[in-house]
């Protein structure tokens, strides 16, 4: 799929300066463009995809030193910023593709219609340039493979966060039928029921409620990571910790923005009686209320537990040698000088 879209991309030849203008300067237009865009936040970052990628940095062979352990997190940081720089590429070819071709002034009856309405469902026709008659087909696969793709990553999460925080652990089959039964049971109903369209509109709330659910994973993570009493001299640096707290704040700034706004604006516009809208506002308004005090409560709560150990402090032959990532006088460490976390070292990895 990213073949075809950078190839019809280098077909359609889209205006370099307005691409760059739209990449750095937001813009949002049209009906329901903040919701699409707060759902392609939630699509692409995934708040289940933060304890995989946290959780994936274990499984590697990991030094017993503290360079060693920067190391394996600096690596690891590089493959997932590559991978989502290729998403990013892959989104910007795509918009620039559809911006193009729907905005071109020799467009066909039935492309017209298709630009107008835009989904997953007809989005194939943009690649005909390049693939002809086999787009649907090629696209079809392409939609195909990212859902598995989506799936194999959500399935890994939850084994991580099952096994790692509820000491939850069950047959592999089972786990994997579960996990698949409650990802599709909800859209088979909804895409029998509503058909294409109703199926297009479930993913966009589906991901908008991933983005809604971003700050309770990103601000523990946050908090986590920069935190000398969790982390010893593996913590966030300053440069760090004060831009991920911008980009983190700035997402949760729009969530609640756009959450506050939109439902406001329906209530004020919907064609409700007077009586049914006081009553849906008693109702949801607290909701919204205690869904701001729940991200304030994570943002300002404070825990001094303390959970690094760094015993070798005082022991500089001993710290040199773990530093190095190697053995003490008699070829071995002494499990009591090594500062890990008996229950987290015991998680078993998946299969």
Not at 57 to 68: A, D
Not at 156 to 169: N, T, V, W
Not at 252 to 275: A, E, M, Q, R
Not at 335 to 345: K, S, T
Request: aromatic share 10%.
């Amino acid at each position: 799929m990213a073949a075809c879209f950078f190839g019809e991309l280098s077909y359609v030849k889209p205006p370099a300066a307005d691409v760059l203008k739209g990449m750095f300067i937001p813009n949002l237009k049209g009906n329901g463009a903040t919701a699409d865009a707060i759902a392609l936040l939630g699509a692409l970052i995934m708040p289940h995809n933060l304890f995989l990628h946290s959780a994936l940095v274990l499984s590697r062979r990991i030094p017993g030193s503290v360079r060693g352990i920067n190391d394996v997190c600096r690596f690891y940081l590089l493959e997932s910023g590559f991978s989502l720089f290729v998403a990013f590429l892959i989104n910007v070819s795509v918009i620039s593709v559809s911006g193009t071709v729907c905005s071109a002034k020799n467009l066909s009856g039935d492309n017209i219609d298709q630009c107008n309405d835009l989904t997953l469902n007809s989005a194939s026709f943009l690649l005909k340039n390049v693939l002809g008659k086999s787009s649907s087909t090629v696209y079809a696969i392409a939609l195909l493979a990212s859902g598995q793709s989506s799936t194999i990553t959500g399935t890994y999460a939850g084994q991580f966060i099952m096994q790692g925080f509820l000491d939850l652990k069950m047959r592999k089959w089972v786990r994997n039928l579960v996990s698949r039964c409650i990802a599709i049971t909800p859209s088979l109903i909804v895409s029998i029921i509503g058909g294409s369209s109703g199926a297009g509109r479930l993913i966009i709330i589906a991901s908008m409620i991933l983005s809604f659910e971003l700050p309770f994973a990103l601000i523990p993570l946050l908090k986590f990571s920069s935190s000398a009493t969790k982390m010893g001299p593996h913590k966030n640096s300053i440069y760090i910790i004060v831009v991920s707290w911008i980009l983190g704040l700035g997402i949760i700034g729009i969530n609640i923005y756009y959450l506050s706004t939109s439902f406001v604006d329906w209530l004020i516009h919907n064609n409700l009686p007077k009586t049914g809208k006081v009553l849906i506002g008693i109702l949801v308004f607290p909701l919204m209320a205690i869904y701001i005090l729940t991200v304030m409560y994570l943002t300002f709560r404070r825990d001094t537990v303390v959970t690094f150990i760094e015993p070798l402090k005082l022991e500089p032959v001993a710290q040199m040698c773990m530093e190095g990532g190697h053995a003490n006088a008699d070829g071995v460490f002494e499990q009591n000088h090594v500062p890990f976390r008996e229950d987290l070292a015991d998680i078993p990895f998946p299969e």
